[in-house]
């Protein structure tokens, strides 16, 4: 069998040998642990959600609320057949909100349909999203066979019904 030491040459230590930690001042260890916590409270702000996500808008495909006239949904209702309504601009913001931030991914898997959007900006330009529920949190979106992954399932589909919600009251 092999071994990296020859046990001859391993000696068990004195039990009155004092350990390094046991030289170390009670104000050594402060210091220490108080730039342990600046230094992850720093970091952790640095890579903090709100600063991926304003990244994340500025790259995503998704147009703004501000830049949408209308978004026409048709969607996987959990109750009804597929359901067709007309979202309000101010509907599309949670329901963007709710696949941000993502990214592209160059290998997506075999995701379940959730909605199809057309959406019609400010300037008449049209494009449409196909939105997908995964079977874990994070949301999914395909423009034009880009895929992308991020946000969360769950928020997309509570802003989509929500939506869909809202349009049947103002319709009746």
């Given amino acids: 069998m092999f071994s990296l030491f020859n046990r001859a040459e391993v000696k068990p230590m004195p039990q009155s040998a004092p350990m390094p930690f046991d030289k170390v ?3 050594a260890v402060e210091v220490v642990v108080t730039t342990t916590l600046l230094l992850m409270t720093v970091a952790v702000g640095c890579h903090s959600p709100a600063t991926a996500l304003n990244a994340s808008e500025r790259d995503t495909p998704l147009p703004d609320a501000k830049d949408v006239k209308t978004v026409a949904i048709k969607f996987d209702h959990p109750e009804l ?3 067709e309504f007309t979202a309000t601009p101010e509907d599309w913001m949670a329901i963007r909100t709710g696949l941000l931030p993502a990214k592209v991914d160059p290998k997506p898997s075999l995701w379940e349909w959730f909605a199809t959007v057309l959406i019609t900006k400010n300037d008449g330009q ?3 999203a196909d939105f ?13 066979k880009t895929y992308y992954r ?3 399932s769950p928020d997309l589909a509570r802003a989509v019904i929500a939506a869909y919600d809202k349009s049947r009251k103002q319709d009746k």
């Fill in 126 to 128: 049209q494009f449409e």
């Fill in 132 to 144: 997908y529920a995964l079977p874990y949190a994070t949301g999914a979106f395909s423009i034009d």
């Fill in 25 to 27: 001042s009670d104000a």
């Fill in 81 to 83: 057949d597929d359901v």
């Fill in 150 to 152: 991020g946000g969360n």
